[in-house]
C-alpha cells in the first residue's frame, strides 16, 4: 500500500511565477490536509480537503493561495505570483476519515525555493 | 487557542542511553500524535495517543490528558532516531486532523 505520494519533491521557482504542489492520498484516504513548515518555525496546518469540498481553511493566506482536491486526480496545492517568503517545505496529510481520532500520515513533502 | 510546549529543545546523546522528551498542552485534546521528522525531512508517525501508554519496539509514549501533557521514551537509542520529534494536539473542540504541532525536541544520537 503506497503512502501519501507528493510531487515534486523539489521545486525552484522565480518570483512572479506560479508553484503547483501535488499531493496524492494513501489508498482508500478521502481527507487530505497541506501544512507548511517554514525556516525556524514549526509546521502549520493550512487547508483541510474532502474530495471536490474545501472543509476548513483557516489556515490559508488570504490572497495567492488555493487548494483543491477533484473527484479524480491528486489535491493540488497552487500559490500564484510566489514571493521569497513562501520558501518552506509543503507537507500533505491523508486520513480515511476526518482525522479527529486516528493517525494522520504525511508525504514526504515538497521542498520549495523560490529565488 | 491551544498551546504545546515540548522540552527540551535540544537533546545530545550517546548510543545505547535513554531519554524523556516532554509535551505540554494548555487545554483538553481530543487528538495527540507524536511524529519524527529525520534528516531527510520525511514526517513519521510514531503514536495517535490521546490518553494511556502504548509500545512500539524502544519506543514508547504516555498520555496524562488529565494533566494535560504527554512523555515519549526513547531506549537504547540508536544513530537512526536522530531527527525532530514533534508532538501535535487538536485544538480540542476540533474531530478533525487539524492539528498544532509544539516546536520539537532536536535529537543528536552520536555513534
Known amino acids: 500500500n503506497a503512502g501519501v505520494m507528493q510531487n515534486p519533491r523539489h521545486l525552484v521557482r522565480r518570483r512572479g511565477q506560479e508553484a503547483r504542489l501535488r499531493c496524492s492520498p494513501m489508498k482508500g484516504h478521502s481527507h487530505v490536509y497541506w501544512y507548511r513548515q517554514l525556516p525556524e518555525e514549526g509546521l502549520k496546518f493550512m487547508v483541510y480537503l474532502q474530495k471536490e469540498n474545501i472543509i476548513d481553511e483557516s489556515g490559508m493566506p488570504k490572497e495567492r493561495f488555493s487548494a483543491e482536491f477533484p473527484k479524480e486526480g491528486p489535491s493540488i496545492l497552487r500559490i500564484q505570483q510566489v514571493v521569497r517568503g513562501d520558501s518552506a517545505a509543503y507537507f500533505c496529510a491523508s486520513s480515511p476519515s476526518s482525522g479527529g481520532r486516528e493517525k494522520l500520515f504525511f508525504g514526504s513533502g515538497t521542498q520549495l525555493s523560490v529565488l | 487557542g491551544i498551546q504545546v510546549e515540548q522540552s527540551p529543545p535540544d537533546l545530545i546523546l550517546q548510543e545505547g542511553a535513554n531519554s524523556t522528551l516532554r509535551c505540554n498542552f494548555s487545554d483538553s485534546v481530543n487528538n495527540l500524535q507524536w511524529f519524527h ?8 508517525n510514531l503514536f495517535y495517543i490521546p490518553s494511556g501508554t502504548k509500545q512500539n519496539g524502544r519506543l514508547s509514549a504516555t498520555t496524562v490528558a488529565t494533566e494535560r501533557y504527554s512523555l515519549l521514551y526513547i531506549s537504547s537509542s540508536q544513530t537512526t532516531d536522530s531527527g525532530v520529534y514533534f508532538c501535535a494536539v487538536d485544538g480540542g473542540s476540533s474531530n478533525t486532523g487539524k492539528l498544532i504541532f509544539g516546536q520539537g525536541t532536536t ?5
Request: no cysteine; net charge positive.
Open chain 2, 107 to 111: 535529537l543528536q544520537v552520536k555513534p
Open chain 2, 37 to 44: 521528522q529525520n534528516p531527510w525531512g520525511q514526517l513519521i
